[in-house]
C-alpha cells in the first residue's frame, strides 16, 4: 500500500465534504455567473498520476479569454472582482473535491500542472506523477500567496515560473513524497484548515510555489 491517506478513506471523507460544501459552492456559482460572464466553474486539462491528464474544476474566477498566460500573478486584469475574493479564501478549490471522488486527485499531494510544464521523461517528474495529485500539499502551505510573488518577479513572470519556482517546487514535492506518511498527509491537512481559516500571507524568503491560469 503507497504512503498516505488510503484512497478509499480520502473518498469518503471528499464525498461527505462534498455535501456539506455544496451550499457554499451553488452560492458562489451563482455570484460567479452573476457578477460576469460564462459559467460558475472552471475546467481545464491537468496531468495526474502516470502521466495520465484529467479535467479540473474550480469555480471560475478570471473573465473568459483564450489569451494571456497559462500563470496568474497578483492584479492580473482577466481576475474578476469575485474572483480574487474566491481566489484569496481558497473557495474556487472546493469543486476538487469531485476530482478526489472520482480518484483523479489526492486531498495531499503535489499540485497538479498543465500539460506545457509537464517534463514527462525528466527523473524528478517521474517521482512526481508516481503519486495522484492533491488539492493541498506542504510547498502550497509554505507559500500560499504564490500570485504575489510571481507579480514581483523580473522580466516575465512565466518564465520565472517555469525556470525558478516551478523546479524549486518539484524538489520540494520529492522531498515530502519521500518522507510520507498517513500521519504527515492529516497534518497537511489540518495545517491546510487552520491557514484557510486564519490567513498569514505568504512567506516569501522560502518561496517555492506557483499559480496557473484559472
Do not use: C, H
Not at 491537468?46 to 494571456?68: C, N, Q, V
Not at 478549490?93 to 471522488?101: H, K, R, S
Not at 483523479?104 to 498543465?114: K, Y
Not at 510571481?150 to 513572470?157: E, K, Q
Amino acid at each position: 500500500m503507497p504512503p498516505g491517506i488510503p484512497r478509499a478513506v480520502e473518498a469518503v471523507v471528499a464525498g461527505v465534504g462534498l455535501v456539506v460544501v455544496s451550499p457554499v459552492i451553488a452560492l458562489a456559482g451563482v455570484v460567479v455567473r452573476w457578477t460576469s460572464t460564462g459559467p460558475a466553474f472552471f475546467r481545464q486539462e491537468r496531468i495526474g498520476r502516470a502521466g495520465r491528464p484529467f479535467t479540473l474544476y474550480k469555480l471560475r474566477t478570471m473573465r473568459i479569454s483564450k489569451d494571456g498566460p497559462q500563470i496568474t500573478a497578483r492584479g492580473d486584469s482577466r481576475v474578476t472582482p469575485i474572483g480574487r475574493f474566491l481566489r484569496r479564501s481558497k473557495l474556487d478549490e472546493l469543486p476538487q473535491l469531485w476530482n478526489v471522488v472520482r480518484g483523479d486527485m489526492a486531498l495531499v499531494g503535489p499540485r497538479p500542472e498543465v500539460r506545457r510544464y509537464v517534463a514527462a521523461e525528466d527523473p524528478i517528474w517521474q517521482r512526481v506523477l508516481s503519486v495522484r495529485p492533491g488539492i493541498t500539499d506542504p510547498v502550497t502551505l509554505e507559500l500560499r500567496d504564490e500570485e504575489s510573488l510571481l507579480a514581483a518577479a523580473p522580466g516575465d513572470p512565466e518564465r520565472f515560473y517555469r525556470e525558478e519556482l516551478l523546479p524549486a517546487k518539484l524538489r520540494q514535492y520529492a522531498a515530502y513524497l519521500d518522507r510520507r506518511s498517513v500521519w504527515s498527509d492529516v497534518a497537511v491537512l489540518w495545517k491546510t484548515v487552520v491557514a484557510v481559516l486564519i490567513p498569514r500571507g505568504a512567506d516569501r524568503s522560502r518561496g517555492a510555489s506557483g499559480s496557473r491560469a484559472v
